[in-house]
């Protein structure tokens, strides 16, 4: 079984010559991305990440993964962008909503912003409890990740002694240079590698996610084993017809050119909240360059019918929407019956909840069909390891070929770097001084 | 003190022809909701709401919302849109990142969506916790809320029988009709009025939003007073210069004439992510009617820096960001020397994080302008029940402003029954059957 694409209701019509021309370029992409011939091609290394990690990479992630879950009542992870998000997303999408899985530690964020009442509370909170720490980062000099392994190195020192916390910190970062790499020798923490040629919004499939994902307990060979699917189904030698990542790469540049500027990742369960922030970063740092790029923005479904749905219903007309539609729940609930009825609700007891999402979702897609906003429709049998691993890999390679459509190099993040150089010099960080002068006297 | 709104960078004409003509429009707009004699007239309760709620009404609230923290682990607010969102920005913003107030209970939101797995996983999360059950809907029939509320009661009835069950359930409802208030009458709970003339969105400082902010521990008469202080600065008698509600309203509507379609509501404390939910439909479904509207979206920096940054800096040109800025934190935590600075950060020890996080900040904000971003900056002394108010009667006033100067009526949202009908249809509800009959060939 695979996630399925469809695209019935896009609203594009793709029998005609413009398809056609897209249909060719996204082939021609594909292809780019496997022959590693196009722009950004030194960061290509996702490509075949799925098929070629080894057991051997694996195991070395599950053992670590154990010994940090048998030791820790909570895992701090500090990492910002992919760092982060990639982890997140997949802990949130196969978790419970209120509880991390049986004999697993809570699994808590740092080091993903600059708030400081967010640190001052974790750390309050974190007395007492039995604390381990991941820390992300390639450079490990990047400001937020950088301070908040800073604090929580500390913490854990003062509490553990030197010796035992470094059996409490596990480094992913480069394999030879850099600070934190520096660092993670000079105290002996396990470390794992972030391979050169994987950018950060590409990075869940390697120790960045699997490892944080293996500590909450989750399943990181059928994560691999559905994204490796997905590589293969999406291959060189894979038809326009049977490649549902370049399908999903043309309708939406299609929806592009008919000035459709927005697109909004729906979800009509809210344990993929995060997966679409995760999105949201592959996609809008891919292709957000050069003035182009459709924005990419996300709704909670029912949620947010009570909310945005006003607009996407009857606002500009500028947007469409691609539904992540989760066919069976993992429990079941049905909906109780009351002989009194003076909620209405009635008519629908006996049926389970989820079939009143289902219609809810189905109606809601007709209706802003209706209105005006073209569909697409991811549809997953159910939130597992394997299909989110599918689903993964599905948006990377989508998201690569859409890049090479859109002709920017959707592999690089050239306008991440001006805050940056902004906040340094504000900063009074050493070698900023001239920029320092001329910023200043823009604040005032 | 009050918030202030800095509009210096916001890349808007202010002594054009064409802003001369938007700020006659916004003070006749604010005269109108003062004087109701504008679009949707019968919805302004929410205009004079602050300064006219009594002693006696808060005091009720204040008195059932203690009976409910004194005999509760665990509160489950049933409700949607904006008998969900206004609670919960307002809980989030005032709240421990990680836990609840001393003495306080747990506070959870159900009926927000019909996902399965959550109710499953709620409820089997609800034993052995002392669980009460506060359900805010007008109607009570609701799908969402009344689903919700209608296992919640079964629940609570089960583990304390029928009359104990009414002790632990509050309704927010109709003054006198509709399914909720029925049941609440038969049952014999405690009941909370929802002004007839107060609308969902605009519904936070009625019992909607009080009730569960009080209940959690924080301080309502403050929040109150808050949004008084800034009524009355917005009041029909403030000059323009002194009307914050009016120029931002003015500035956003120059922005969306110049073609910036999407309004990025950024914060730089996590605290206020739900604000941004919350002023998401509070605008969004506000002026997205007649085919107009700026969309909404928000962004949670510096996080977000590494996600939609790219985007941001370099993506197309159709978006401004509006900047909520607190300049103080509640705690203090102060980046912490390493003698060995491997991570580079030693130039920043010894300053406050919150000083990093500003930087970060007015250095976003110049590498954003010279991306071509325009800039508006709420800033606000610092995230207190009294400054909240104040910001939640900004963003309402400035909302009702903004949509009478788009020619809308900001009040209304007729796109929000269209999914439902579709919904009802499709679950065949008694009296939908012809519809039922042809959405089936659509979806098939």
Redo the contacts between chains.
């Keep these: 079984m695979t996630i399925k694409l469809n695209i019935k209701n896009a609203s594009v019509n793709l029998a005609s010559e413009e398809c056609d021309a897209l249909k060719k370029a996204a082939m021609s992409a594909n292809a780019s991305l496997h022959e590693k011939n196009g722009l950004g091609n030194q960061f290509l290394g996702w490509v075949n990440l799925p098929s070629s990690i080894s057991e051997a990479d694996i195991f070395e992630i599950e053992s670590t993964a154990e010994t940090l879950a048998e030791t820790s009542d909570l895992v701090v992870i500090a990492g ?3 760092s ?2 990639g982890a997140k997303a997949v802990l949130e999408a196969l978790g ?4 991390p899985e049986q004999g697993r530690p809570k699994m808590l964020f740092a080091g ?12 309050r ?1 974190l007395h007492g409890k039995r604390v381990s720490c991941i820390v992300i980062s390639k450079s ?2 990047t ?2 990740p ?2 908040a ?3 929580l190195k ?1 913490y854990i020192e003062k509490q553990y002694g030197k010796e035992d916390a470094a059996k409490r910190i596990v480094a992913v970062t480069d394999k030879e240079k850099g ?2 790499k ?2 993670a020798d ?1 105290e002996g923490y396990k470390t794992f590698v972030i391979p050169d040629d994987v950018g ?1 919004r590409f990075s869940v499939l390697t120790p960045v996610g699997l490892l944080p994902i293996a500590v909450a307990g989750f399943d990181i060979r059928l994560l691999l084993k559905g994204a490796a699917d997905m590589e293969l189904a999406s291959g060189i030698d894979a038809a326009y017809e049977n490649n549902i990542c370049a399908q999903y790469a043309v309708v939406r540049n299609a929806l592009y050119k008919q000035g459709k ?2 697109e909004l990742l729906a979800n ?4 993929l909240h995060f997966l679409a ?1 995760w999105w ?2 592959l996609f ?2 891919s ?7 459709i ?3 996300s709704v ?20 469409f929407e691609t539904v992540i539609s989760i066919k069976n ?5 049905i ?2 019956e ?1 002989p ?1 009825n ?4 009635n ?2 007891a006996t ?7 289902r ?2 979702e ?7 069909l ?2 005006g906003v073209p569909n697409i429709r991811i549809e997953i049998p159910e939130l597992s390891a394997y299909f989110l691993g599918q689903l993964i890999y599905f948006f990377q390679k989508a998201c690569g070929i859409s890049g090479y459509m859109l002709e920017v190099n959707p592999f690089d ?4 770097e ?13 070698g900023y001084e001239a920029e320092n002068q001329k ?1 200043m006297t ?2 005032e």
Excluded: C, W
């Excluded at 009509?268 to 344990?271: A, G, H, Q, R, V």
């Excluded at 001006?418 to 050493?430: E, I, Q, S, T, V």
């Design positions: 910002i962008g992919g982060y998000l419970d909503a209120f509880q993903h912003h600059l708030d400081e009442d967010y640190m001052y509370e974790l750390i909170m490990g000099t400001t937020e950088a301070l392994f800073r604090i500390q600070a934190l520096q660092t000079k950060g500027h927005i009509y369960s809210p344990k922030e949201k970063q809008g740092e292709e957000g360059k050069q003035n182009k790029g924005f990419p923005a909670d479904f029912t949620s947010d019918l009570h909310s945005l749905g006003q607009y996407i219903q009857q606002g500009e007309r500028i947007l729940p993992q429990y079941e609930f909906v109780p009351d009194e003076l909620d209405q609700l008519f629908m049926k389970r909840i989820s079939e009143v999402n219609m809810a189905l109606g809601t897609m007709l209706a802003h209706d209105g993040q050239p306008g991440v001006d805050y940056k150089r902004n906040m340094f010099a504000l900063l009074g960080k050493p910023l823009r604040i």
